[in-house]
């Protein structure tokens, strides 16, 4: 009896999580959630060129562009960061505990991973400076694993707080 509950809450976990991204994806196919999306690369942008100008005064930004003299970017739509934000929300939305023990997860979980993108955008950047030929691999392969990875650890790491207080 006890493993047909927990193959029931298996199946209801990943029909959850399923439906958070099928949900996700259906909402940013939306014309007007699309063009918030694209807002929120422009956002990105600016957040990185902010940080970037503590150290180094020849960036700016120009809607979703980062520009220096000697190259520039395009944070497009997917580079916003919204992708491992929604792994994550749907791994914590499924899981089976009160709502109340939900919402900090995905407010502290999202900001960490959203900074996490930051970081990836600013890397890229300096990248494409240094070593303009690694940048597909490294865009392309390498970041995106390593914040669906990211997003797992932190999912990981709320479970684990969640179990320790059950």
Request: charged residues 10%; proline residues 3%.
């Amino acid at each position: 009896m006890i493993f047909i509950n927990q193959k029931n809450s298996f199946i209801a976990f990943c029909t959850k999580f399923i439906g958070v991204i099928v949900l996700y994806y259906l909402l940013i196919s939306i014309n007007y959630i699309s063009q918030l999306i694209t807002q929120l690369t422009i956002l990105s942008s600016g957040i990185s060129v902010f940080f970037m100008k503590l150290f180094d005064s020849s960036v700016n930004s120009y809607q979703n562009y980062i520009l220096s003299e000697s190259h520039t970017i395009q944070v497009g739509f997917g580079c916003e960061g919204t992708e491992p934000v929604a792994l994550l929300c749907a791994g914590i939305l499924a899981f089976p505990v009160n709502y109340k023990k939900k919402i900090p997860a995905i407010i502290i979980g999202s900001s960490l991973l959203l900074l996490i993108n930051q970081l990836r955008i600013i890397g890229l950047f300096y990248l494409t400076k240094h070593n303009p030929d690694l940048f597909s691999l490294i865009h392309n392969d390498i970041f995106p694993l390593i914040t669906v990875i990211c997003s797992a650890l932190i999912f990981i790491t709320w479970i684990k707080t969640m179990k320790k207080r059950l």
